[in-house]
């Protein structure tokens, strides 16, 4: 298995999380805070979407998803274009109250075929160049990738998490 084979492998598994997340909630569950203070299903799906768009399209040099197919309108947030969620509170997280599954999906699915586009022409020896000189030691493609998986991964079964607890609560 390459390094290509197996980034791909390691973001489909995303992709299939989140829509598993989504699976058969409606807008008003993707929004329900369970415990005050904590992030939503759609919040965290947007998040982690967000997330992987900026950093992917950071080392790829192209545009993000977001802004270079018009996600940004589409969602209608009243947050900054540039935002990715870091730091959000409770009051940003209701931002994204009322978004649709199909508007999250959407957005998700369009930076996974971009993300794949770029992944899959990776090889072995691209994943060492520097892309962030900002920490010590500099950050190096893969793991900046890796980084972004982590982040996704996480987020993704905290959703699962609270997609269960949703569930049972009907």
Known sequence: MTSAELLTDAFDRIRQNVHDAVEGLSERELSTVV???TNTVAWLL????RVQDDHVAEVAGHQQTWTADGW????????????TGY???PREVAALDGVSADLLLGYHDATHARTLDYVR???DA???????QRWDPPV???VRLISVVDDDIQHSGQAALLRGILLRRR
């Open 35 to 37: 415990e005050p203070g």
């Open 46 to 49: 947007w998040h982690l979407t």
């Open 72 to 83: 940004a309108s589409r969602f209608e947030l009243s947050l900054p274009e540039s935002d």
């Open 87 to 89: 730091g959000h509170g």
């Open 121 to 123: 022409g990776l090889t």
């Open 126 to 132: 691209d994943l060492p160049r520097v892309v962030d």
């Open 140 to 142: 190096t493609l893969g």
